[in-house]
């Protein structure tokens, strides 16, 4: 990303969160502020989907549709449970907090401080009320650290809590991913995560690993390079090794396919998967 710039990937992310709340396509999630904060006018422009098949295009938005869904009734859950603590990692412009009707609930959201910054500028463009629930915890990984930005937003590292990761692993090194892994499943009270991953575009089959490059390329060429893969049996391994005791592995079809939603999406041996593990 740029300085002082919010992240293109995470507007992207944001773009086909609201063009899936007007397509023409099942309606996987509901946000009623996606559109919103994108804007009614640019909500069919995504600089990363121009000149691509449509129907890929779609399912792409479909499974950052279901995973946003998906996330959302894990922490449902978890908050039924007892749990009364979520932290967004790399949130972008996620709404999650602004939508929750539990005002018990605390949220933090990390992010970059220049992409927090936008977004907060945009928050107030649009009349989108920051919730009292809801801490900011700014994080610049060059300069500190996950554990010292929650510290700092006054998360308890004692007490249970769901762990929000999507459209992240991927521009991270494994050593990040790691150490994040680690830091989420060393705590005092139980801990739920929720994250996406991609497989390696070599187990694909020719048109989703040439599809899947050409989006690498793209994202590349911002500066925004994919940095990391998995396949099923990698990350699990990984998560076992991190602390997790229970880990839930679904590709984009079989996501999908929890909500109802049939699609033609990638083999499970390739292209996108969501993941949830608990300690």
């Not at 790399?90 to 609930?105: C, E, N, W």
């Amino acid at each position: 990303m740029q300085v002082g710039q919010p992240s293109r990937t995470a507007m992207a992310v944001a773009h086909a969160r609201a063009y899936h709340q007007v397509a023409d396509e099942p309606r996987v999630f509901t946000d009623p502020l996606a559109v919103r904060i994108i804007g009614e006018s640019a909500v069919r422009s995504n600089e990363f989907d121009d000149g691509l098949d449509r129907d890929l295009a779609r399912r792409r938005r479909l499974f950052i549709a279901a995973r946003s869904r998906f996330a959302d009734d894990v922490v449902a859950e978890a908050v039924a449970a007892g749990t009364d603590q979520v932290v967004i990692l790399g949130a972008g412009l996620d709404t999650s907090a602004y939508r929750d009707p539990h005002p018990d609930v605390r949220f933090f959201e990390v992010d970059h401080p220049d992409t927090q910054a936008w977004k907060r500028r945009r928050l107030a463009e649009t009349g989108i009320a920051i919730p009292p629930s809801l801490t900011f915890a700014p994080v610049d990984f060059e300069q500190s650290t996950l554990a010292s930005g929650l510290a700092s937003a006054g998360f308890d590292r004692a007490r249970a809590a769901v762990f929000v990761w999507l459209g992240v692993t991927m521009y991270l090194t494994l050593p990040s991913i790691h150490d994040t892994l680690r830091y989420i499943a060393d705590r005092g009270g139980a801990t739920e995560v929720v994250f996406d991953y991609l497989y390696p575009a070599a187990t694909a089959t020719p048109e989703y690993g040439t599809a899947q490059r050409e989006r690498a390329d793209r994202v590349a060429a911002v500066g925004e390079p994919w940095l990391s893969y998995f396949t099923a049996d990698r990350i699990r391994a990984d998560l076992l090794d991190s602390g997790f005791a229970r880990v839930e592995d679904r590709s984009a079809a079989q996501l999908l396919a929890v909500y109802g939603i049939g699609t033609t999406a990638s083999p499970a041996d390739s292209g996108p998967h969501l993941v949830r593990a608990r300690t």
